[in-house]
Each structure stands twice: as C-alpha cells, then as structure tokens.
C-alpha cells in the first residue's frame, strides 16, 4: 500500500512542511529511516536523528524547530507519538481488509456467515455455528459445532475453537490458540483418575485479545468467561470455571487454576500461579513470578512466592539476600555465649 504525505495529513489532522506528494509505503525508525518510509519524531533523545534521516517523511510535534535543516517532508501534529499509534491502527486496519471465503475451506451447510466475511484456506467451521459480519478467519482455523462468533473479530492461523464456545465482537485470536479444550478434571477411583466430562463452554465477551498458544479451558458446568477488554499474554493456561474480570491484563506464561476469579482492572505480571478457587478482587497487580495461594483486596500490589504486600516484600528481601552472612553471625555468637 502506498499512501502520499496528503492523504495522512488528512488522516491525521496535521499540517504539512514540504512535499505533499511524496510517497511512502512501508514505516522506519527514525534513525533507520530510509526512501520511500514514513518514521516519527515524539522523544527529543532522536532529534539528532532527523537531519540525517532518509524517511521521506516524519511525523513531528506541532512545536517542533528544527536546528538545520531537514530534507525529509514533516507533519506536523499535537502529539506524534500519538499521531504515529493511530496511524499504525489505520495501517494494519488496511491490510486486514481481506474478504471472501475460500474454495479450499469448509464450512457446514447449517452455519451462517455474516457479510464481508473472510474465510482462508484449509478452515473448517462446524455444524450450527454463526460468523458475525467482518469476522475474518485465517488459514488452518477449526471452528466446531455450536460455536458463536460476533462481528469484527479476527481469528489468526491455526486456531482451534471447540464446540458450543461464544466469541464476541471485535476480539483478536492470536495463532495456535485453543479456545474450549477439556478442562483437567479427574477424580481418584480405584488407584487411577477417572475422568469428570467437562460439558460447560468458554464465553469470551467484546474486545478481548488472546496471545498465541494461549490455552482456555472449557468448564466442567457452566462457563469459563473472559470479560470485555482482557488481554491475555502469549503462553497462558485458564482452567476451568476461571471468570477474568473486565479490562484485566495478564502477561505470558502465566497459569490460573480452576474455578479462580480474577477482579477487574487487573494487572498480572508474567509467570504468575494462581492457586484454585480463589477470589481476587478488582485492581490487584501482581509483580512476575509471584505464587497466588490466597486472596488479596481491592488495589493492593503483591508480590513473592508465596505472595504477600509487595512493600512487605520488598523489606524483607534485604534481609533474604544476606541470609547466608545472617545466619553465620548467628552460629559465630552461639559460639560466643557456649564459651561463657
């Protein structure tokens, strides 16, 4: 795509300084800039960058006076690094535009697809199930039986969905995850672990984003639900019956155990565990790597394993670091008192 120092004024509601003609058709960091890439300008750290910058064009502040002088052509803007994540929302929007459904895809006869509808190679989508308008569903995704899909969302290569499981508008599903896979419930019988059927579903309300081989898990009853706004990190398991609250964020390689409740307005760093049938409440944030093995309240921040207040924490690990030396000047006095 190729798009003219105008036409992203016009997007961007910016002021031009130079040629408004010229091209550009791929994006550059300033000091990698090259012809024919649009970069920006936001931290004054990469001033120095612009007066040698090939970009043919860079987006800048509207306060922006430059030292000397500067051959690229410059938009200028209220807020360019603003400007510049609303024009790569703008960009990828445009290359999404995919529509069709493919030859080589299957899809069951019973299903019903909305319009502008993009279905890829090798797809195949179940018995019952609804797409929603604009839905695009990319190459090598399995759609079972049952299965709700709202409007606008995007369903990356490789997806597996099982049946029964509701997505909702405007979600983004990253390759290789697998949405509404048994959750892990067995029960001791006889020496071995009889297998409980798990014939809930997985609901994943508006907005949400999945990361790449993210696993949730169907419920045993019920629903494992993902709320409006979450996102979830790349590598992360939901068991069973977890409900995430809305506009919670959840870093990679994090594991929630079944039947947990996480509060809105969550922050979760990466390689969190949380222990089952736990009730979070809303605006936790959990520094990376702690272990969750009980509940905390409304706003506060933890850390550890097991986790505890992260201020808490944080003075204890001064003593935890010198524990080696604590403990030697512990036997060295025993010593002393003995001798006494």
Do not use: W
């Amino acid at each position: 795509m190729e798009f003219t120092a105008k036409q992203i004024a016009e997007v961007l509601n910016g002021k031009i300084d130079g040629d408004e003609n010229v091209k550009v058709s791929n994006l550059s960091k300033i000091e990698e800039g090259k012809p024919g890439t649009l970069s920006f300008l936001a931290n004054p750290a990469y001033e120095k960058y612009i007066y040698n910058t090939d970009a043919s064009i860079v987006i800048v502040n509207d306060d922006f006076n430059p030292e000397k002088p500067v051959k690229s052509t410059l938009i200028r803007v209220k807020d360019a690094y603003s400007a510049f994540a609303s024009l790569l929302e703008f960009y990828n929007s445009q290359k999404k535009q995919k529509t069709g459904i493919s030859e080589k895809s299957h899809i069951a006869e019973t299903t019903k697809t909305g319009t502008g509808v993009y279905v890829g190679e090798f797809a195949v989508i179940g018995e019952n199930s609804v797409i929603g308008d604009g839905t695009k569903i990319y190459p090598n995704v399995t759609v079972g039986d049952n299965v709700k899909i709202g409007k606008g969302t995007t369903i990356y290569a490789g997806v597996k969905i099982y049946d029964d499981c509701v997505i909702g508008d405007n979600c983004t599903i990253h390759a290789g995850a697998v949405i509404g896979s048994d959750g892990f419930g067995f029960a001791p019988h006889d020496e071995e672990y009889k297998k409980v059927p798990q014939i809930g579903n997985v609901v994943i309300e508006d907005n949400v984003e999945v990361g790449s081989n993210t696993v949730i898990d169907r419920a045993t009853l019920g629903s494992t639900i993902i709320k409006k706004g979450v996102k979830l990190d790349n590598l992360i398991q939901v068991a069973h019956n977890v409900v995430i609250g809305e506009n919670t964020v959840i870093a990679a390689q994090t594991g929630i155990s079944g039947s947990t409740k996480l509060g809105k307005n969550m922050m979760v760093g990466g390689q969190v565990g949380f222990s089952g049938h736990l009730n979070i409440a809303d605006g936790v944030m959990v520094q990376a790597q702690s272990g969750i093995s009980k509940n905390f309240k409304s706003g506060e921040a933890v850390e550890g394993s097991p986790a505890f207040k992260m201020s808490d924490f944080r003075r204890s690990y001064v003593h935890f670091k010198n524990l080696g030396a604590i403990v030697k000047r512990l036997n060295e006095l025993e010593k002393i008192i003995k001798r006494k």
